[in-house]
């Protein structure tokens, strides 16, 4: 049987996601009508023998559980856990921490994903790959543009043999166009490996602690100091590779990370297409006949949409949300109780809970088009080139024009605002 580990970080992670994971941890926040991880988990309930999916973060337990019951009832075949890491171990230390859980069963393969990404997760490919090659550990790579390599770990692959040959994590120079997708899967023999890893590091680790000691400057309390904080792509995957323990597996599906909060829509769009082309989930319910639907759209059932609204492509409208009269939206997320009242447009953006747009109202932001995450925003009146977000309960009034701005919660804007970051 196989297992997997989703990774879904902490309270302190994720901070470029504000002003929404003010509000629920990034991991839970709705794309294409579902939280971000349900598609990491919708993926793994489909893979071959695969039976339980653990999550390890540094979240408070209660956070998970209600979402896990539902994936309980959702997806019965496969078992759910939260393990909580007591201190932030980094991306290989909690997996190491708790393996003695993660081998119970005696697992083959041991899937580990991101939660911080979008994909269209071809894992049972992955998995087909990975056995066909029997090396301890196999990385799912994307072709990424060669200007932009430098933002994500990079492995040079030979394309023949599948051999991952180099990892290096964000190259000052170019390396290689294939970039890591945070998604893996490894034998379970990977523990060994990781022991050993963990060895060398204590002892440098003590050599380091000595110096640094006797020039007074060594500090107990400094997480990136912890002993059992281990990073999986400097610290394990480098050296998988180095010793040719490590294969690269191509997706050619979509990718993008979900870094910050702007990078959320486009997310959205791809998940929305994703569901639209494969008539995988119901997207507008026919409550909401009449308005006019173009392309992917996703409207929860609770939702009022007036039947002279225009509404998509790429949008998704959360529970009990109003749409009045002439409304107009594309590509964006309209998260629960939000109401937008006659004749307002929303464009490229994302619209917080319990947030009012009055009439004529127009929340407007640019199109995300580069593929990475590099959204430009500032402080400061300069340019603040991406889309436009309303964070929990802000009240935009009739005819008001909010553009290319981010707002913190509970605000009540009166007049117009263009490249702001309103606190
Ligand atoms: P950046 O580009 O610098 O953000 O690095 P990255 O792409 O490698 O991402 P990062 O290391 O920040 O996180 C990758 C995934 O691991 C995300 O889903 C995080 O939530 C998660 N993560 C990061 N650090 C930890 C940690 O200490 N513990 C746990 N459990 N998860 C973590």
């Known amino acids: ?130 056995e066909r090659h029997g090396r301890l550990g196999t990385i799912m790579v994307t072709k990424v543009d060669r200007a932009s390599a430098h933002l994500y770990g990079c492995v040079v692959v030979d394309h023949e043999t599948k051999l991952a040959e180099h990892y290096v994590e964000k190259p000052e120079t170019y390396v290689s166009d294939m970039a890591s997708t945070g998604v893996f899967v490894f034998d379970q023999e990977i523990f060994h490996f990781m022991a050993r890893v963990m060895e060398k590091r204590a002892s440098e680790f003590e050599h380091e602690r000595v110096q640094e000691s006797a020039y007074g400057r060594y500090d107990d309390g400094d997480d990136s100091q912890n002993i059992n904080r281990l990073r999986l792509e400097q610290d394990v995957l480098r050296a998988m590779a180095a010793d040719k323990k490590l294969s690269a597996f191509l997706c050619t599906g979509f990718w993008r990370q979900i870094k910050s909060a702007a990078s959320a829509v486009p997310a959205n769009a791809l998940y929305l297409q994703q569901a639209h082309e494969s008539s995988d989930i119901i997207l507008a319910e026919s409550s909401n006949e009449g308005a006019e639907i173009k392309g992917a759209v996703y409207i929860h059932p609770s939702a009022q949409v007036h039947p002279t609204a225009h509404i998509g492509p790429n949008v998704s409208i959360h529970a009990r949300v109003v749409i009045g009269p002439g409304v107009r939206i594309n590509d964006s997320i309209i998260l629960d109780n939000v109401h937008i009242k006659d004749n307002a447009v929303v464009l490229h953006a994302i619209v917080g809970w319990d947030c009012r747009i009055g009439k004529w109202g127009r929340v407007e932001g640019s199109k995300v088009t580069k593929a990475n995450d590099i959204d430009e925003v500032t402080q400061s009146g300069v340019k603040l080139n991406s889309i436009c977000i309303l964070g929990e309960d802000v009240h935009v009034k009739d005819e008001v024009f909010i553009r290319n701005s981010i707002v913190l919660p509970h605000k009540e804007l009166a007049g117009n605002k263009h490249n702001e970051v309103i606190m």
């Open 1 to 130: 049987m196989n297992k997997a580990v989703i990774l879904v970080g902490g309270p302190s992670r994720a901070t470029r996601f504000r002003p929404l994971s003010m509000h629920l941890p990034q991991p839970l926040f709705p794309v294409g009508g579902q939280p971000i991880i349900w598609h990491q988990i919708k993926a793994l309930s489909a893979v071959k023998d695969l039976r339980e999916i653990i999550l390890i973060g540094f979240f408070e337990d209660f956070i998970f559980q209600p979402f896990l019951s539902k994936c309980q009832d959702e997806f019965p075949s496969v078992t759910f856990k939260y393990l909580r890491e007591y201190s932030q171990l980094g991306t290989a230390g909690g997996f190491f921490h708790f393996r003695d859980q993660i081998l119970r069963g005696s697992p083959k393969n041991i899937f580990m994903l991101y939660t911080d990404i979008c994909c269209s997760f071809p894992l049972n490919e992955l998995l087909a790959q990975h």
